[in-house]
């Protein structure tokens, strides 16, 4: 069956940096586009960031322009999402997606595009 499953996640300082694992299972990695979404306590699930099969095409929200990294290793069915500069704001539990891609190198950034979710690992960024 297939499995996503995120670690990393932890208490850092504002201003600090942690680096988010997504290893997944169970399906042809480079098939699927990838994505890293959270959700704050009280508010909607978020998406953050997305990655085609190839790296060739990445997106961000853009309140993490410029301090977060999405990135794949397709060899070893691991997406990961580089976090530095982090802020309180930040805080919440982060899931990885992936989303069947069928010709195209396309990314997604809505929750719909999705098929499988992992159970989420939380951040929590201290001021």
């Known amino acids: 069956q297939v499995q996503l499953v995120e670690s990393g996640g932890g208490l850092v300082q504002a201003g600090g940096s942690l680096r988010l694992s997504c290893a997944a299972s169970g399906l042809t990695f480079s098939r699927y586009a990838m994505g890293w979404f959270r959700k704050a306590p009280g508010k909607e699930r978020e998406f953050v960031a997305a990655i085609s099969w190839s790296s060739a095409a990445t997106y961000y929200t853009d309140s993490v322009k410029g301090r977060f990294t999405i990135s794949r290793d397709n060899a070893k069915n691991t997406m990961y999402l580089q976090m530095n500069s982090l802020k309180p704001e930040d805080t919440a539990v982060y899931y990885c997606?992936?989303?069947?891609?069928?010709?195209?190198?396309?990314?997604?950034?809505?929750?719909?595009?999705?098929?499988?979710w992992g159970q989420g690992t939380q951040v929590t960024v201290s001021s």
């Open positions: 997606a992936a989303g069947f891609t069928a010709s195209g190198d396309y990314y997604f950034t809505s929750n719909e595009r999705y098929d499988y």
